[in-house]
């Protein structure tokens, strides 16, 4: 049962406009989102994070939105570079009783390619 | 560079065989995660330490352990090793439990 989904595998964008990823969630008790890059033979990088308290973060060109009642989130970038160019993964935990969080769910990842 | 580091970044053994794989956090990192990242399954959460004591566990079989030890590093020992362990092991660090976690580059495990 996959509780974190990210239904696009790939997704290609021109350089200089929007990247826009997506992920859908199915576990009501998630209250913390992230999401990360990952370069072949990398570990993932943190990229930008949101709280279930907002429904929107920004961080640069990263911008982060949290439809809660859609259980969705999505993954701006603005504009586009070569660089961005990677596997970009959603991740989501659950605050715990008693403080901390549950290790990270991921989605399965998309890749995306930035064209020039 | 993330801060965290792994050793050793490749590792080939034999199936029943066991192994340990080390992870150094960042600097002032109490809190250490370990995933599982294999080609059907993505990446799995397998169990986290704060400050030396076992917080949270994933999905990890009985047949691997993990510590946290005095100075933070941590350990993950993979034992009775079988082919369907090959996979590559990351483990990540927070500064908090639920802040956000910083990966290492991962270790790379091969059973022949």
């Known amino acids: 049962d996959q509780q974190v989904k990210q239904n696009s595998p790939s997704l290609s964008v021109q350089e200089g406009r929007i990247s826009i990823l997506n992920c859908d969630y199915t576990n009501s008790m998630f209250d913390y989102f992230l999401w990360y890059k990952k370069y072949p033979a990398e570990g993932p990088t943190f990229l930008i994070s949101i709280s279930s308290i907002k429904d929107k973060n920004e961080d640069g060109r990263f911008t982060v939105f949290l439809n809660k009642s859609a259980k969705h989130l999505s993954l701006h970038i603005v504009p586009s570079q070569p660089g961005d160019s990677a596997v970009y993964f959603c991740a989501a935990s659950a605050r715990r009783s008693g403080g901390g969080a549950d290790g990270l769910t991921f989605g399965k990842g998309t890749h995306l390619i930035i064209q020039p | 560079d993330s801060g965290v580091t792994q050793t050793p970044k490749h590792l080939i053994t034999a199936t029943g065989q066991r192994v340990t794989l080390r992870c150094s956090p960042r600097?002032?990192?109490?809190?250490v995660y370990w995933y599982q990242q294999s080609l059907d399954q993505g990446l799995q959460f397998l169990i986290q330490?704060?400050?030396?004591?076992?917080?949270a566990k994933g999905n990890i079989l009985e047949r691997f352990s993990a510590q946290q030890f005095p100075d933070l590093h941590s350990e993950l020992n993979l034992s009775s090793l079988e082919l369907g362990d090959s996979a590559l092991y990351f483990c990540a660090s927070s500064a908090l439990m639920g802040q956000p976690q910083h990966f290492g580059d991962g270790t790379r495990l091969s059973i022949l």
């Open positions: 600097s002032g990192d109490l809190s």
């Open positions: 330490y704060y400050n030396g004591e076992e917080r």
